[in-house]
């Protein structure tokens, strides 16, 4: 009996820190372009439905595996740049809400085009290194999951690096701590926004590839991934990169365990439930995240 | 009894002891001023007793009543008004409506009411209105009767700030450096219209740098370094404090 | 502010006595029927995102809720649907009082999210609660009648639907020129000002936050009856964004701007219902072009580019 409910346990929490790292990853991207610009991205979902879409398209189109991927994430990089350029860019200083429904709208033209292009349809890839599942203790783990969090863990530990230990890096962070002081050292803050745009694009659709092959993929993928990614980075504190990994995993698993033990059918409500939870009892998230007071 | 009592009063920002045990009284009716160095602690003084910071420690006494602690909005129905260093105006309301913003007390604020447009809602809005464009008057701002607060110029501004204070009907006024930002011409004019308003029978509290000013209009000044008291007096005595004048006077009169 | 500001108001009314005359089919006044219920939505908004400041990302749902209980009242527990209407409309107020205070002691983005959040689990539990509210296919609402007559023809609800956007600007110009307005507006322009005049800033920003939400369950209840029908896409995300965006290209803190929002957003997905994908490209295009070129959105914008040349 302990056997049956230990399998089950891990199961949820198998697939729960898959779905999460996937979390994680597009909480990363919010906290990057928050950090840089004070703006919430609410296209980041859509960077995650192009990583996922666009693997598939060039695949499909023949080319090799490696490159496919690597241009399924460029790609969306360029698309992040150029929303940068085109929509964040010229309203710089405008209302919150302003730049919250600009952000909607991109996310509405990205999903639109890819609509229109690659139609309505599921698509799925191979996944990396076949689907023998991997049995552990009585659940199943696809070696896919083995990717994403293998994955993700690298990247977290690059961006670790490069915002700690590499000039570049610093001076985003910096750039994120006070605008004005970094530009006063003469850090190139156009610069700094560019760069977390074309990351949190990046990384977004990274997080889109690797899930694929479990959860497969459609034009209409972004939203929830996107809101979710964003209670993530709530979750662990808006503008804290630790905390919206941890955000990430931390929703991903609830989220899971909650379909698992209560409710399947409110699966997709719980991570919203928790965003409410957060906020009424500790709205800064787990991290403490950074205070937009400015008195 | 003084009008207002501040009593050790002490706040601290993470490491920073902003104000440290800062003690003083003010009568009622006086012009008191408050200066001190940049960082002294004017203008964090000023946001505890309006209720803007929580101090950490020590007590505000406005008429007997503790005061420390209580919101802007609690203290504001107590007659407490006051002005900003970094002007507060809003820019999407007109000049008349910002100072009849100021006088929202003493209105029915009930929306339903308001929705449909009762009689005691429209008639004491037409009273609100001349009151307002009286006292905008009083400041000096007749020619921006009818004008839109964002074009109007950053002098006119600060004059329309202490017209809202005015407009709460306040026994004490706080005034954060009503000259900051001004030329000598537009200085002077502040001058008299602080000077004007504490005729009126308004304790004046005043955070000013412009040192003829503070020593034309303030009967007692309260001089401030790193967030303690270092002299307190009528403008005779502080002149002369060799502290104050070791610390701050020699470099600025 | 000048004084007779009504003079927008006896325009509006002038077009809605006229227009019947000059529609030519039935399509054009369900157009029009939905069109005013639309702007009296968006004028409640405005009074929250334009006037006070705020923002709400899941307005829809207390459209839902307010559809959803004239639908599920009558029709499983036999209510009276003026009753429905009003339970409705009183549960939202609480939920969004509940909601409120807590979240409005916060500063930033944290509205935003907890509507947001909001929005999307009412939209869930709508979709999810089949057995009451018929799932994600919805359900058919009665007709909303009062002793024996019983509202239904297109005719009547435009009267019904053109008073009640009639008294709605009424009633949004006068609070705007009185006590309660101008603190919102105060509000808006800068929070520690008006907290210094005396404003409670926090029962202010709950206040109208309750308005607005109520306002939404209302008009949610009167569409649930118009349509006859309704199904929780009414509830979702996309329709929050729709009714924000109303608001916001309209003209934010403009009475008129809500109705020339609603009206351009009520017929855009009617022109471009045959193509799909380019619906929500154009819509979303739309939406950026307006936001970066006219962020005070169009009525503000356009009055004050006739107000120079003037």
Redesign the interface.
């Known amino acids: 009996m302990g056997d049956v409910m230990l399998a089950q346990f891990l199961q949820f929490l198998f697939s729960g820190i898959t779905v999460g790292a996937t979390y994680a990853l597009a909480a990363l991207g919010f906290t990057l372009i928050y950090n840089a610009s004070n703006v919430?991205n609410f296209a980041q979902g859509e960077f995650i439905m192009l990583g996922g879409m666009l693997a598939v398209f060039f695949t499909q189109a023949g080319l090799p595996f490696p490159l496919a991927l690597t241009l399924a994430i460029l790609v969306p990089a360029i698309i992040g740049v150029l929303l940068e350029k085109l929509?964040i860019e010229?309203?710089k200083g405008?209302?919150?809400?302003?730049l919250?429904?600009?952000t909607?709208?991109?996310?509405?033209?990205?999903?639109?085009?890819i609509?229109?292009w690659l139609g309505k349809g599921t698509h799925s890839l191979p996944a990396f290194s076949g689907d023998v599942p991997i049995e552990i203790l009585g659940a199943t783990l696809m070696p896919q999951s083995l990717w994403v969090l293998g994955v993700t863990a690298v990247v977290v530990v690059a961006l670790w690096y490069f915002f700690n230990r590499t000039l570049h890096g610093k001076a985003m962070l910096a750039t994120s701590f006070n605008r004005a002081a970094a530009e006063l050292v003469g850090i190139n803050t156009s610069w700094v926004l560019f760069m977390s745009f074309a990351m949190s694009a990046a990384l977004g659709a990274l997080g889109g590839i690797l899930v694929t092959p479990i959860t497969l993929t459609s034009y209409d993928v972004g939203?929830m991934l996107g809101?979710k990614g964003?209670?993530a980075a709530?979750v662990g504190g808006?503008g804290n990169g630790l905390g919206a990994v941890l955000g990430g995993l931390l929703v991903g698993i609830l989220e899971a365990m909650g379909a698992g033990y209560i409710s399947s059918?409110?699966k997709?409500?719980i991570p919203?439930?928790l965003?409410?939870l957060m906020?009424?009892f500790m709205?800064r998230g787990l991290f403490g995240g950074k205070?937009?007071?400015r008195? | 009894m003084a009008l207002l009592e501040v009593k050790q009063l002490s706040i601290q920002f993470e490491g920073v002891k902003a104000v440290q045990n800062v003690s003083f009284s003010i009568e009622a009716g006086i012009v008191y001023a408050v200066i001190g160095p940049n960082g002294a602690g004017k203008t964090t003084l000023f946001n505890l007793i309006t209720g803007v910071y929580t101090p950490t420690s020590g007590e505000i006494k406005l008429d007997g009543e503790s005061i420390q602690g209580k919101a802007p909005n609690e203290l504001a129905r107590r007659g407490v008004a006051r002005t900003f260093q970094n002007l507060q105006i809003c820019m999407n309301m007109s000049a008349l409506e910002n100072v009849m913003v100021g006088a929202h007390l003493r209105l029915d604020r009930n929306p339903f009411k308001a929705a449909l447009r009762l009689p005691s809602i429209t008639r004491r809005d037409a009273e609100l209105r001349t009151e307002s464009a009286e006292l905008m008057r009083f400041v000096g701002l007749e020619a921006y009767i009818d004008a839109r607060a964002d074009s109007m110029p950053y002098g006119a501004l600060k004059r329309l700030e202490i017209a809202r204070a005015l407009a709460l009907k306040p026994r004490i006024i706080f005034l954060d450096e009503p000259a900051a930002g001004l030329n000598p011409k537009e200085t002077i004019e502040v001058d008299a219209l602080v000077r004007k308003v504490a005729d009126s029978g308004v304790t004046v509290v005043l955070v000013e740098h412009d040192m003829k000013m503070v020593m034309n209009l303030s009967d007692r000044i309260l001089v401030l370094d790193y967030g303690r008291k270092l002299a307190e007096g009528t403008g005779e005595e502080v002149r002369r404090n060799p502290d104050v004048i070791a610390a701050y006077l020699g470099t600025h009169a | 502010m000048k004084k007779n500001t009504y003079t927008g108001l006896y325009i509006v009314i002038a077009i809605l006595v006229v227009l019947p005359f000059v529609l030519p089919n039935g399509f054009y006044m369900d157009l029009a029927i939905r069109m005013a219920i639309n702007a009296v939505i968006a004028l409640g908004l405005n009074l929250l995102i334009g006037f006070a400041g705020q923002i709400s990302m899941g307005h829809a749902g207390f459209l839902g809720i307010g559809a959803y209980a004239s639908a599920v009242l009558p029709t499983h527990f036999g209510w009276h649907p003026l009753l429905a209407m009003g339970a409705g409309a009183l549960v939202t107020g609480l939920l969004a009082a509940v909601l409120a205070r807590p979240i409005f002691k916060l500063k930033g983005h944290y509205l935003a999210m907890a509507t947001l959040g909001l929005g999307i689990i009412i939209n869930i539990v709508l979709r999810t609660e089949g057995a009451l509210t018929g799932g994600p296919d919805g359900m058919p609402v009665p007709a909303l009648g009062l002793m024996g007559f019983e509202l239904s023809s297109d005719k009547h609800w435009y009267w019904v639907v053109a008073l009640l956007l009639s008294v709605s600007v009424w009633a949004s110009l006068n609070l705007i020129d009185s006590p309660f307005g101008r603190a919102l507006r105060a509000l808006h322009g800068s929070e520690v000002a008006s907290q210094v005049a005396g404003v409670d800033v926090v029962r202010y920003k709950v206040s109208i936050f309750v308005i607005s939400a109520v306002f939404a369950s209302l008009m949610g209840s009167v569409t649930a009856h118009y349509v006859g029908f309704v199904t929780p896409n009414f509830a979702d995300f996309f329709h929050s964004i729709e009714l924000v965006t109303m608001v916001v290209i309209g003209g934010m803190a403009s009475v008129f701007g809500s109705l020339v929002g609603a009206v351009l957003l009520t017929a855009l997905p009617q022109a471009l219902a045959t193509f799909e994908g380019w619906e929500t490209v154009a819509f979303g295009t739309i939406l950026m072009i307006c936001m970066i070129f006219m962020p005070r959105g169009l009525v503000p914008t356009l009055a004050a580019k006739f107000g120079k040349g003037a």
């Open positions: 919430i929509a010229p309203v405008a209302e919150t809400v302003t919250i429904i600009i909607i709208g991109a996310s509405l033209v990205i999903r639109g085009l609509q229109v939203i809101l964003f209670v709530v808006l059918a409110y997709d409500a919203f439930v965003i409410l906020l009424f709205p205070s937009t007071d008195v």
